[in-house]
T-cell receptor, first 113, second 118 residues
Framework: NAGVTQTPKFQVLKTGQSMTLQCAQD?????MYWYRQDPGMGLRLIYY???????DKGEVPNGYNVSRLNKREFSLRLESAAPSQTSVYFC????????????FGPGTRLLVL | DQQVKQNSPSLSVQEGRISILNCDYT??????FLWYKKYPAEGPTFLIS?????DKNEDGRFTVFLNKSAKHLSLHIVPSQPGDSAVYFC?????????????????FGQGTILTVHP
């Protein structure tokens, strides 16, 4: 039982390049999330998927796209990376009922030059 | 408009003493509040939660208190240990009354860096 896994762990991009961050969970959760963490800003929601087949924008969606490939997998794509997207990206999953506890992956550290 | 705020960026405590981390919120439609701990280069890990209909929840050394009238919650760690040194985030979950796009989503505070000295 690996929980939430993310790949890659670290990536360096040049401005304008594209990349996809991968996330998978094995807890059979319906909901999945992508966050970014910046110093002094806490965790900000980029996109989320309440269930397979649905995705919605969060607080900071500009410059990103997502795909909920199946119940297990939720990917985040940067089509044209910008230095402002330098951040640490976390994927999480949860059930929506009860406390809605989210379980996080280990993160992807992205540097855009 | 920051709905969940942790006003103390950092806290330093001696081993064995109590650590108190604070969090304020503005939205009365949150139905659960959660605390997460984060070590460097790792993802946040869930610590403890409390329903909005309760005022206290305890789990071992960790106790969360909720004061709804003041829209304030706090996490008490007793006794503090050096291994507790980490960033602590409070988070609030949108309840059914929040409706629409807020339901089920977590809003996080900025985090407080806790350092426990041996």
């Amino acid at each position: 039982n690996a929980g939430v896994t993310q790949t890659p762990k670290f990536q360096v991009l040049k401005t304008g390049q594209s990349m996809t961050l991968q996330c998978a969970q094995d807890m059979n959760h319906n909901s999945m999330y992508w966050y970014r963490q910046d110093p002094g800003m806490g965790l900000r929601l980029i996109y989320y998927s309440a269930s397979e087949g649905t995705t919605d924008k969060g607080e900071v969606p500009n410059g990103y796209n997502v795909s909920r490939l199946n119940k297990r997998e939720f990917s985040l794509r940067l089509e044209s990376a910008a230095p402002s997207q330098t951040s640490v990206y976390f994927c999480a999953s949860s059930e929506t009922s009860g406390a809605g506890t989210q379980y996080f992956g280990p993160g992807t550290r992205l540097l855009v030059l | 408009d920051q709905q969940v705020k942790q006003n103390s960026p950092s806290l330093s405590v001696q081993e064995g003493r109590i650590s108190i981390l604070n969090c304020d919120y503005t939205n009365s439609m949150f139905d659960y509040f959660l605390w997460y701990k984060k070590y460097p280069a790792e993802g946040p890990t869930f610590l403890i939660s409390i329903s909005s209909i309760k005022d206290k929840n305890e789990d071992g050394r960790f106790t969360v208190f909720l004061n709804k009238s003041a829209k304030h919650l706090s996490l008490h760690i007793v006794p503090s240990q050096p291994g507790d040194s980490a960033v602590y985030f409070c988070a609030a979950k949108g309840g059914a009354r929040a409706g629409g796009t807020s339901y089920g989503k977590l809003t996080f505070g900025q985090g407080t860096i806790l350092t426990v000295h041996p």
